[in-house]
């Protein structure tokens, strides 16, 4: 099995900067996309940003220029670096990633606990 772990949430004042890390563990050959999400109270869950293999990113409008993805594949990591904070950015944010099994070739998509973000004004 394939375990997802997030942490770096916490209570940010708007303007201020938080980074999110997430690890994944397990029976794991390799990793394919990896990306963040978060869900607001009343919200669905929206993507914040995703990065393949092969380092190609994709980021929502709200997070071009604030926020940073970046992966390291020997670490089976991904990472969000989030800057000019603001109060709509508060939310669970959530890791996902596409993984393949050593063990059974197949792909399958897992998700974080996730963590807390709360940016006050």
């Known amino acids: 099995q394939v375990q997802l772990v997030e942490s770096g949430g916490g209570l940010v004042q708007a303007g201020g900067s938080l980074s999110l890390s997430c690890a994944a563990s397990?029976?794991?050959?390799?990793?394919?996309?990896m990306g963040w999400y978060r869900q607001a109270p009343g919200k669905q869950r929206e993507l914040v940003a995703s990065?393949?293999?092969?380092?190609?990113?994709n980021y929502a409008d709200s997070a071009k220029g604030r926020f940073t993805i970046s992966r390291d594949n020997a670490k089976n990591a991904v990472y969000l670096y989030m800057n000019s904070l603001k109060p709509e950015d508060t939310a669970v944010y959530y890791c996902?990633?596409?993984?393949?099994?050593?063990?059974?070739?197949?792909?399958?998509?897992?998700w974080g606990q996730g963590t807390q973000v709360t940016v006050s004004s």
């Open positions: 990065i393949t293999s092969s380092g190609r990113t």
């Open positions: 397990g029976s794991i050959f390799s990793i394919n996309t």
């Open positions: 996902n990633a596409d993984v393949t099994g050593w063990i059974v070739s197949r792909t399958y998509n897992y």
